[in-house]
């Protein structure tokens, strides 16, 4: 998922440009003929949304009045909110740089809306009619006072201060990392084991060298696959460096800015601050749920270091006792492991998953156990190889949403996998939502693994595209941070069930369908590693915190330390804090939400435990979950669709399977 630290989250379509494809549900994507006109129309969308605030100051606070707010949210969310996403996926750097000029300005737009206190003391004497109404006015509510509206005139300033300060650096930092398009040159003969259509057809540099980018169809063969350990260290090397000292400087500036910006508010850390409004609620709760996953995981993650050295051993000819498990190994011999004990290779799955084809399973698995349809729409967007797509309701024929999906990599394009909110549900005037799902998928087809991002991915749009909620503020994403991981999360398993693989048949009769064996291998070898997989997203997890609960250490340093602290050490001249772009962002003292959510995944995914496909209980789940948003709390939305209070024992349980 991606988020802004503004207090307005700044996503949706962009008013006053021309646009394309009417025949989406709700208003279309714009297009921009240049950095220049997306400049100009950014200013005139500002200075619109100066006017409206205006107005809205002088609405009395009464039974219409959150709708009225609402209203303006909305708004802005669609004036601003296309920059978020062109930022990161235009083909042109100029117009991405001027879309992250135009977004920084509305994120210092938000944090001034953020302490307006006309709006915020007429909120405060709003009467809400119903649960969802209180809901709804605690979250604006809190969002006001995180802004610093409740602050002294003097500390009020500081905190805008610090807030676009945060934001403009947060952008940087993603900025460097996504503009840096970083290629590591590679003679052929060490590419010794690397698919041939990996690398073939990459650009040379004068001395006939491969330039490999570290885009994941590239790094990742390589890293599974090449038989020189020197070409996996290279581009290990370069992918644990992205960003640089430059991005180093910034995190550790980031870490100083976000602790004074919570002082301001008497609070010692910035985790605290955070933390506070999540399902968690404090960075103590935090730290014991990381010590349980910790104590769990710690034997299993020995283990998994000492099986992956004995097959290096065995590998190489080499003693055990004196062969050393690199990290540019790990992913290597687990892969090796795997086809030696259970048959299966990532690589093979390829032929059996065309990319194309892929997201059309994906969407019919959403279709069969949801009740939606997706229909392919023409569309002229930023890139030719984005789709559109409608969404609607399988029963009633009803427009829910629009998805754009952004299929491969390319220079300059954000190069992970997201879901871009584009714009938030709201029943009470028929406000269509509409999301951007954004990954880098291999052209010639994805392994087993890719297949389950794929699926990830559409679970946050799923959550974007289903909600249905009376107001646009509670829609989707809007929920505790540490729980909006939950949805996509789930979604992951699906991939290792026979009968939801079937599917494949329906959107693709030509595909070979893949063999029942190869699943059956694959589900029994997905366990293999898990030790070292949770130990490292553990170690993340415990970095950002340890991060943002001292007093704004050295991140570097506190880095070294903590890799260091694990079995397989730190590796001397790496700086992965500076590519680490989750905790530079929205997730900062927050990504132990992804194992959180991870617990909430593994006890929703028990209510599918009899027919991963059974429509009656994704019936459930798309009416008390996904359509929900923030109008309940995610314990009582989930409470609502187990029958139960919800617990870890799923998790835990899969932890030692």
């Given at each position: 998922m991606r988020y802004d630290?503004?207090?307005?989250?700044?996503?949706?379509?962009?008013?006053?440009?021309?646009?394309a494809a009417p025949s989406l549900p709700g208003p279309a994507f714009p297009r921009f003929e240049s950095a220049s006109a997306l400049t100009s129309?950014?200013?005139?969308?500002?200075?619109?949304?100066?006017?409206?605030?205006?107005?809205?100051?002088?609405?009395?606070?009464?039974?219409?009045?959150?709708?009225?707010?609402?209203?303006?949210?909305?708004?802005?969310?669609?004036?601003?909110?296309?920059v978020g996403l062109l930022e990161n996926v235009h083909p042109d750097k100029a117009m991405r740089s001027a879309a992250q000029a135009c977004s920084q300005r509305w994120a210092e737009f938000g944090s001034t809306l953020g302490q307006n206190e006309t709006l915020y003391r007429a909120l405060t004497s709003v009467k809400p009619r119903d649960p969802i109404e209180r809901e709804f006015v605690k979250f604006a509510r809190e969002g006001f006072e995180d802004s610093g509206v409740s602050l002294a005139p003097a500390d009020r300033a500081s905190a805008k201060q610090l807030n676009d300060r945060i934001a403009d650096l947060s952008k940087q930092f993603e900025a460097r990392i996504r503009d840096a398009n970083v290629k590591v040159p590679v003679a052929v003969a060490d590419l010794a084991g690397v698919p041939e259509d990996v690398w073939a057809k990459k650009p040379r540099d004068d001395a006939g060298k491969v330039l490999l980018g570290l885009d994941n169809p590239t790094l990742v063969?390589?890293?599974?696959?090449?038989?020189?350990?020197?070409?996996?260290?290279?581009?290990?090397?370069?992918?644990?460096?992205?960003?640089?000292?430059?991005?180093?400087?910034?995190?550790?500036?980031?870490?100083?800015?976000?602790r004074d910006y919570a002082r301001l508010f008497g609070m010692k850390t910035f985790a605290d601050f955070q933390l506070r409004r999540r399902m968690v609620e404090n960075s103590a709760t935090a730290g014991r749920f990381l010590d349980d996953v910790q104590a769990a995981v710690r034997a299993r993650e020995v283990r998994d270091v000492d099986e992956l050295r004995d097959a290096k051993a065995r590998h190489l000819g080499t003693p055990q006792a004196t062969t050393k498990i690199e990290r540019w190994d790990v992913g290597f011999y687990i892969e090796r492991l795997r086809r030696e004990r259970y048959s299966v290779d990532q690589e093979a799955f390829r032929p059996y998953f065309p990319p194309a084809e892929s997201l059309a399973f994906v969407m019919r698995t959403a279709e069969r156990i949801l009740g939606i349809r997706y229909t392919p729409v023409p569309a002229t967007l930023w890139h030719d190889d984005v789709r559109a797509f409608a969404v609607s309701d399988a029963k009633t024929g009803k427009a829910l949403a629009t998805l754009y999906v952004d299929l491969y990599p390319r220079e300059g394009k954000y190069n992970h996998a997201a879901v871009w909110p584009l714009r938030s549900a709201a029943t009470r005037n028929q406000r269509v939502?509409?999301?951007?799902?954004?990954?880098?998928?291999?052209?010639?087809?994805?392994?087993?693994?890719?297949?389950?991002?794929l699926l990830h991915e559409m679970g946050h749009a799923l959550h974007n595209n289903l909600s249905a909620t009376r107001y646009a503020q509670q829609a989707?994403?809007?929920?505790?941070?540490?729980?909006?991981?939950?949805?996509?999360?789930?979604?992951?398993?699906?991939?290792?069930?026979?009968?939801?693989?079937?599917?494949?048949?329906?959107?693709?009769?030509?595909?070979?369908?893949?063999?029942?064996?190869?699943?059956?291998?694959?589900?029994?070898?997905?366990?293999?590693?898990?030790?070292?997989?949770?130990?490292?997203?553990?170690?993340?997890?415990?970095?950002?915190?340890?991060?943002?609960?001292?007093?704004?250490?050295?991140?570097?340093?506190?880095?070294?330390?903590?890799?260091?602290?694990?079995?397989?050490?730190?590796?001397?001249?790496?700086?992965?804090?500076?590519?680490f772009a989750h905790i530079a962002g929205g997730y900062a003292a927050g990504y132990y939400g992804y194992m959180w959510s991870l617990v909430v995944a593994h006890d929703l995914r028990t209510a599918f435990k009899d027919d991963r496909l059974d429509p009656a209980v994704g019936a459930r789940y798309r009416r008390t979950v996904l359509a929900q948003g923030r109008q309940l709390p995610p314990r009582e939305l989930v409470k609502e669709f187990l029958g139960r209070e919800t617990n870890a024992k799923a998790f835990f349980d899969d932890l030692e399977r």
């Open positions: 630290f503004s207090f307005v989250i700044v996503v949706g379509l962009f008013a006053g440009a021309a646009v129309a950014c200013d005139a969308a500002l200075a619109e949304g100066g006017r409206r605030v205006k107005t809205f100051e002088k609405h009395a606070p009464d039974s219409r009045w959150l709708a009225g707010w609402d209203d303006l949210n909305a708004w802005i969310e669609d004036a601003s909110g296309p063969p390589v890293l599974e696959r090449a038989e020189k350990a020197s070409t996996r260290e290279l581009l290990w090397r370069a992918k644990q460096s992205e960003g640089g000292d430059a991005n180093l400087a910034l995190l550790g500036e980031l870490a100083r800015l976000r939502p509409q999301a951007a799902l954004v990954v880098n998928l291999d052209r010639k087809g994805l392994t087993l693994n890719e297949l389950e991002t989707s994403s809007n929920v505790q941070w540490d729980f909006v991981e939950a949805p996509s999360q789930m979604l992951e398993d699906w991939v290792y069930d026979k009968k939801v693989l079937k599917l494949f048949a329906e959107v693709c009769p030509s595909c070979r369908p893949v063999p029942d064996e190869m699943i059956d291998k694959a589900r029994v070898a997905r366990d293999f590693g898990k030790g070292l997989r949770t130990a490292r997203q553990l170690l993340f997890a415990s970095y950002d915190q340890a991060l943002y609960i001292a007093d704004a250490p050295d991140p570097m340093a506190l880095w070294r330390q903590m890799e260091g602290a694990t079995p397989l050490g730190y590796v001397e001249g790496t700086q992965f804090p500076a590519g």
